[in-house]
Structures are given as structure tokens and as C-alpha cells.
């Protein structure tokens, strides 16, 4: 906890300092440099050796629409905000779930998905918050789900991995009761295991969205117009529906 509160008081700091690529310079330049992790199925996941997913395409279909080519770069989840300060890359899309904590070390972009964190666990464990009373709870580092779960009274261990695909892991194998994600990978991952997992219920919403460098408006303005046409145009529905079977976006 201490750690986290730490590292968001750096990147405040780090946000006063460093000189963003302005949106001029991008579209001069013909290319944007994106980051995002890779190993957050549906979302964003290295596959075989190509960067796909959920965001990955929708970054690309934005980017296109922008006039632009895509540069990706691809970094542990953790890193991601810091790389930013750092103008590593222009922006980053990574499932980041808008918090007040993060909106002052960044600048969030309108959300580009809805969604929740919730729990999963083998058939016949935890499926509640009140359920988690007494067990071990497995979830991603630096996350919204690890924010939330502190939150939650009478937990025995919050044990927290690099990767989010780690902590599914964990449950899997049985060294943890329960793991608390994405209400979307946690679908999938019910799906995967069959009759081993089950999904549990919605600890709580959040609203996802694309993250700048403090104060570049210029780009933020840019990445929610693309945003707006893609929501307005049919291609956002569509592609969420082949990820989804539903349209993801906030209402
Ligand atoms: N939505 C959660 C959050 O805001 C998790 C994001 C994890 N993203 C990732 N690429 N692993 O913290």
C-alpha cells in the first residue's frame, strides 16, 4: 500500500518535469508510439508473436482514422505510467481503470470500455466479498483489483503477481481460494476451465480509458475524436462484438 502511494507521488512529479510529443509533432512524424502490456487476454495479449487484442485493435483502428502509423511498445503493466512521464511513447492503453490517484499523475482520454472487477474461484469456493472472509486472494500488481480487494474486511492474504495471467495461474493450481479480475477474462477463464472454475460476483465498476501525458491536450483531443467517430460510425460495435459478443462501451 505504502509502495503504491510512493510510486503515484513519483509519477505526480515526474508530470511537472518531462516534455510530451505534442500532437503536431506526431502527425509530422507520420507515426504514434503506443504502449500497452501484451499478456492481459481479451484486451491486449502477445499471440504467437503478434500484439493483439481488444484495445490493440482499437488503437489501430483510432490510429488509422488519425492518418497514422503505429509504432507499439510493449512493457510489464507496472511500468506503463512511468514510461509515459518518461516520453517513452505517446500514450497507453492498458485496461487502466480511471482513478482519481492515476488522473493526477495523467490525463485519461473519454473511457473506451465499461467494466467491473470481479471474483473467481474453483467450483464450490469464495464467490462473494463476504465469501473471501478467512481466504487467500490472488491478483495483478499495481491494479484496481488489488485497490478494491484491500478494501474488502476480514481477507487472510492478498498475494499479488506481475502478471495477471500469474494470479489465474495461482487459482488453477490451488495456491490461492480465489482470484479477483476483469469481469470479462473472468468469463473467458470460466469458459476455458469448465466445470473447474465458476464465476463469482462484481466487487466493483470501473471505467477504462487511454492515459497521456499530463497536460498534452493537443493529443487527448485528437484520441477522443477518433474515439467519438469510431463509437458513432459502427466500427467500435463491431469489433467489440467479435471480442465480446457485446457492444462494451459506457453508457
Ligand atoms: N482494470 C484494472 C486496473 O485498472 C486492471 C488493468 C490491468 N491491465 C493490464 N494490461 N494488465 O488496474
Known amino acids: 500500500m505504502k509502495k503504491a502511494l510512493l510510486t503515484l507521488t513519483a509519477l505526480a512529479l515526474l508530470a511537472t518535469t518531462a516534455q510530451a510529443r505534442s500532437w503536431e509533432e506526431i502527425k509530422k512524424s507520420g507515426t504514434i508510439k503506443i504502449a500497452t502490456e501484451g499478456a492481459f487476454p481479451p484486451f491486449n495479449v502477445v499471440k504467437g508473436k503478434e500484439l493483439t487484442g481488444f484495445e490493440v485493435d482499437l488503437a489501430n483502428q483510432l490510429a488509422r482514422q488519425l492518418g497514422l502509423k503505429v509504432q507499439w511498445v510493449t512493457q510489464p503493466f507496472d511500468s506503463l505510467l512511468i514510461g509515459l512521464q518518461q516520453d517513452r511513447y505517446d500514450f497507453v492503453i492498458a485496461s487502466h481503470g480511471i482513478t482519481p490517484e492515476r488522473a493526477r499523475a495523467v490525463d485519461f482520454s473519454s473511457p473506451h470500455y465499461c467494466t467491473g472487477g470481479a471474483v473467481v474461484s474453483r467450483v464450490g469456493g469464495p464467490k462473494t466479498a463476504a465469501d473471501l472472509k478467512g481466504k487467500t486472494v490472488a491478483v495483478q500488481v499495481g491494479t484496481t483489483y488489488l485497490e478494491n480487494v ?6 487472510k492474504e492478498v498475494k499479488t503477481f506481475p502478471k495477471d495471467t500469474d494470479a489465474q495461474a495461482a487459482l488453477m493450481a490451488g ?6 479480475g ?3 477474462t473472468g468469463l473467458d477463464l470460466v469458459k476455458a476451465q469448465k466445470g473447474k472454475l465458476a464465476a463469482g460476483s462484481l466487487l466493483f465498476n470501473e471505467r477504462i480509458g487511454m492515459a497521456v ?4 491536450a493537443g493529443l487527448l483531443k485528437e484520441l477522443n475524436a477518433a474515439l467519438t467517430k469510431s463509437l458513432s460510425d459502427g466500427s467500435y460495435a ?9 457492444d462494451v462501451r459506457c453508457r
Open 213 to 216: 501525458r499530463k497536460g498534452n
Open 150 to 155: 484491500r478494501k474488502v474486511p476480514g481477507i
Open 238 to 246: 463491431k469489433l467489440s462484438g467479435q471480442y465480446f459478443g457485446t
Open 175 to 180: 495456491r490461492v481460494d480465489a482470484w479477483v
Open 182 to 184: 476483469d469481469k470479462f
